[in-house]
Nanobody, 124 residues
Framework: QVHLVESGGGLVQPGGSLRLSCAAS????????MGWFRQAPGKEREFVAT?????????YATESVKGRFSISRDNAKNTVYLQINNLKPDDTAVYYC????????????????WGQGTQVTVSS
């Protein structure tokens, strides 16, 4: 069992940056690939990014996030990060981290463990 807790969300102005963190307990994170998803109000949960067990491989959802979003992990700290730069109002959503046995996993059924999410609101 892996317990995941996200943090780092908040209210930020367009063009700003945030770094989301996902801390794991229960099992070592290095046995899982990790991913970030987001869910905006009234929309389905969508894949954002994933990182391999070692951190050597990353994959991103679309061109709209690639270049602005950066996923990384520190297995010694059992933590995964999502750096978001040049935030846009369309990035407003609850952001979830999740653990998977597969890489790259881009669909939420491929993930076994989920955090509770952290709210990111982009507004002036």
């Amino acid at each position: 069992q892996v317990h995941l807790v996200e943090s780092g969300g908040g209210l930020v102005q367009p063009g700003g940056s945030l770094r989301l963190s996902c801390a794991a307990s229960g099992q070592s994170l290095n046995s899982h690939a990790m991913g970030w998803f987001r869910q905006a109000p009234g929309k389905e949960r969508e894949f954002v990014a994933t990182v391999s067990r070692s951190g050597g491989g990353t994959s991103y959802a679309t061109e709209s996030v690639k270049g602005r979003f950066s996923i990384s992990r520190d297995n010694a700290k059992n933590t995964v990060y999502l750096q978001i730069n040049n935030l846009k109002p369309d990035d407003t959503a609850v952001y979830y981290c999740a653990a998977s046995a597969y890489y790259p996993a881009t669909y939420y059924p491929q993930y076994d463990y989920w955090g509770q999410g952290t709210q990111v609101t982009v507004s002036s």
